[in-house]
């Protein structure tokens, strides 16, 4: 069977904040408390290290700019730019339309990456869900815990 698009719109990879100078401060004064604490009291040389390149990370990423991408339901998968979401892997949907980002999110198979969520942008709930209706089952769920966390430290 060929794939067939159903809905398209326009959105944003991911939610991004615009982050002050005071916040990559406060970051860091935190990391690396904890970095000193562990070698000062626990001579955790190793594990301070990696608290340090985890600051690292941190940083790089919460500078990075979201792409503006197409995201597309067809009736065999979900596609938000370049990544690929199956329904064989896809076990529900829920969409979140409280507060300022509405967002699409599916529950998959995956044992590490239980939950994807992607921000609506664009696109009209209603016509995601009439078009999803037929294809994966709806749960009613609430946000993520890891998104209010993302969206209460702005990151």
Known sequence: ?????????????????????????HLAV????????????????????????????LFVHASHQPRKVSCQITNKQIKLG?????????????????????????????????????PLGEGDPAEIRKNLKNLLPEDEENELVSDKIGRWFRY
Not at 1 to 15: A, D, G, P, V
């Open 30 to 57: 935190v990391f690396l408390t904890v970095a000193f604490l562990l070698i000062y009291f626990l001579k955790l040389y190793l594990v301070a290290g990696i608290v340090v390149l985890g600051l690292i990370a």
């Open 82 to 118: 370049t990544r690929k979401y199956p329904f064989s892997k896809l076990k529900s949907y829920w969409i979140y339309n409280q507060g300022l980002y509405p967002k699409l999110y599916l529950q998959t198979t995956d044992l590490l990456f239980g939950s994807i969520s992607i």
């Open 1 to 25: 069977m060929r794939e067939k698009i159903l809905y398209s719109w326009k959105t944003i990879e991911f939610e991004y904040y615009d982050k002050q100078l005071s916040w990559y401060v």
